[in-house]
Antibody
Framework: EVQLVESGGVVVLPGGSLRLTCAASGFTLADTDMHWVRQAPGKGLEWVALISWDGDDTYYADSVRGRFTVSRDNSRNSLYLQMNNLKIEDTALYYC????????????WGQGTPVTVSS | QSALTQPDSVSGSPGQSITISCTGTSRDVGGYNYVSWYQQHPGKAPKLMIYDVSNRPSGVSNRFSGSKSGNTASLTISGLQSEDAADYYCSSYVSSNTYVFGSGTKVTVL
């Protein structure tokens, strides 16, 4: 059974840093690209980042580029999101999601980890 | 990367069909056949319903179908059931391996 479990979400001050982890099981992480998607409280989904299967290529939404870094360790079945210079508007539930069938479709999602940026 | 435009809400009676639109531009929806749709129940993670405009993942009911015309993609739910009440989001490839989600649509089953 495919499982994605996010962790690392906490309350942090504006300007602070945080690293989220996504633990993958039930499939071979090295076989697939992975995404991070976030959802602010009561709001819609926002695509955050993509990392290629081997970690060589990373892509970001304009809103986080230069502040967030996505990485992975396939040997540890883990995906990471390093978040620096956090802003209040980064407050959200952060999901990791697996790239699925076809050219674009996220077929498995974790339950999310909450990040709150507040003074 | 502006969000794709979806209606705030759509409603229908059990057994009816409804359609949710997702309007973008030639840079996203209109430029690629890379549109997916997600269902999200309150407090739950999103679930993939349609990928690559019109393909259903294994296990998704054939009551759900997707299509695209120009810069607008659509999700149709036929034979509406109470469990279809949820939020629905479209998403599209934009360019340079970036993506965008729609604003979301709340579906109500009357």
């Amino acid at each position: 059974e495919v499982q994605l479990v996010e962790s690392g979400g906490v309350v942090v001050l504006p300007g602070g840093s945080l690293r989220l982890t996504c633990a993958a099981s039930g499939f071979t992480l090295a076989d697939t690209d992975m995404h991070w998607v976030r959802q602010a409280p009561g709001k819609g989904l926002e695509w955050v980042a993509l990392i290629s299967w081997d970690g060589d290529d990373t892509y970001y939404a304009d809103s986080v580029r230069g502040r967030f870094t996505v990485s992975r360790d396939n040997s540890r079945n883990s995906l990471y999101l390093q978040m620096n210079n956090l802003k209040i508007e980064d407050t959200a539930l952060y999901y990791c999601a697996k790239d699925g069938p076809g050219a674009y479709g996220l077929d498995y999602w974790g339950q999310g980890t909450p990040v709150t940026v507040s003074s | 990367q502006s969000a794709l435009t979806q209606p705030d809400s759509v409603s229908g009676s059990p057994g009816q069909s409804i359609t949710i639109s997702c309007t973008g531009t030639s840079r996203d929806v209109g430029g690629y056949n890379y549109v997916s749709w997600y269902q999200q129940h309150p407090g739950k993670a999103p679930k993939l319903m349609i990928y690559d405009v019109s393909n259903r993942p294994s296990g998704v009911s054939n009551r759900f179908s997707g299509s695209k015309s120009g810069n607008t993609a659509s999700l149709t739910i036929s034979g509406l059931q109470s469990e279809d009440a949820a939020d629905y989001y479209c998403s599209s490839y934009v360019s340079s391996n970036t993506y965008v989600f729609g604003s979301g649509t709340k579906v109500t089953v009357l």
